[in-house]
T-cell receptor
Framework: KQEVTQIPAALSVPEGENLVLNCSFTDSAIYNLQWFRQDPGKGLTSLLLIQSSQREQTSGRLNASLDKSSGRSTLYIAASQPGDSATYLCAAHTGGFKTIFGAGTRLFVKA | DAGVIQSPRHEVTEMGQEVTLRCKPISGHNSLFWYRQTMMRGLELLIYFNNNVPIDDSGMPEDRFSAKMPNASFSTLKIQPSEPRDSAVYFC?????????????FGDGTRLSIL
C-alpha cells in the first residue's frame, strides 16, 4: 500500500530565502509524482508533474526532482516571496486512477 | 477554460438532513474524482468516474454516501442522512482521460458543516 509522507509539516522562512520541501513514498512503482499548491479556502493547483521516466521538472522559480529508487521527491523554491505562502502537497499516482496525497507542508514566507 | 465548478461553496445543515454537492468538470475531461479533505485524514479519494461510469467507489465511507454522473458535464455527491462526522471540505477534480500524465484539476471545494 502506497504511503506518502511530507517533511516538514510546517516551515517559516524570511523572504528571499531558497527552500526545499521533501516528499517520500513507499512504493516506487509510480506513474508520476505531482506537486500541488493549496491556498486557504481554495482547491489544489497543480504546480509540477514529473513522469516516472523523468528526473526533474522546472517552472519559473520552482524545481521538482524525482528519485524513484529512493522513493523521494523534492520541491525547490528559489528566492521565496510572501506570495508563496500556502500549503504544498505532493501526490503519487500509482497506476489506474489511484493518486495518494501527502499531508502537506504549510509554508509561511515572512516579508 | 472555466475550470472545475463546484456548488455550493458552503453548506451548513442539521444532522439527518440530505446534502447534495454538485460538480461541473472541465469540458473535454472524461475522468472525474470526488475527494474529501479533513485535518485528521488529509485528502481521500471517495469515488472515480470514467466516461460517466463509476469505476471504483471503494472510498465511499458508508451507504449514506452516493454519487452520480448523469452526463459528461455534471456530477453529484449525496449524503443521506448526514452526520456531524461528515463535516469536511469536499473537492471535485477532473482530468483528460487516457493519459495518466495529465494533471488533475480541482474545484474550490464545498465546505460542509453538519450540526
Amino acid at each position: 500500500k502506497q504511503e506518502v509522507t511530507q517533511i516538514p509539516a510546517a516551515l517559516s522562512v524570511p523572504e528571499g530565502e531558497n527552500l526545499v520541501l521533501n516528499c517520500s513514498f513507499t512504493d516506487s512503482a509510480i506513474y508520476n509524482l505531482q506537486w500541488f499548491r493549496q491556498d486557504p479556502g481554495k482547491g489544489l493547483t497543480s504546480l509540477l508533474l514529473i513522469q516516472s521516466s523523468q528526473r526533474e521538472q522546472t517552472s519559473g522559480r520552482l524545481n521538482a526532482s524525482l528519485d524513484k529508487s529512493s522513493g523521494r521527491s523534492t520541491l525547490y523554491i528559489a528566492a521565496s516571496q510572501p506570495g508563496d505562502s500556502a500549503t504544498y502537497l505532493c501526490a503519487a499516482h500509482t497506476g489506474g486512477f489511484k493518486t495518494i496525497f501527502g499531508a502537506g507542508t504549510r509554508l509561511f514566507v515572512k516579508a | 477554460d472555466a475550470g472545475v465548478i463546484q456548488s455550493p461553496r458552503h453548506e451548513v445543515t442539521e444532522m439527518g438532513q440530505e446534502v447534495t454537492l454538485r460538480c461541473k468538470p472541465i469540458s473535454g475531461h472524461n475522468s472525474l474524482f470526488w475527494y474529501r479533505q479533513t485535518m485528521m485524514r488529509g485528502l481521500e479519494l471517495l469515488i472515480y468516474f470514467n466516461n460517466n461510469v463509476p469505476i471504483d467507489d471503494s472510498g465511499m465511507p458508508e451507504d449514506r454516501f452516493s454519487a452520480k454522473m448523469p452526463n459528461a458535464s455534471f456530477s453529484t455527491l449525496k449524503i443521506q442522512p448526514s452526520e456531524p462526522r461528515d463535516s469536511a471540505v469536499y473537492f471535485c477534480a477532473s482530468r483528460r482521460t487516457g493519459d495518466y500524465n495529465q494533471p488533475q484539476h480541482f474545484g474550490d471545494g464545498t465546505r460542509l458543516s453538519i450540526l
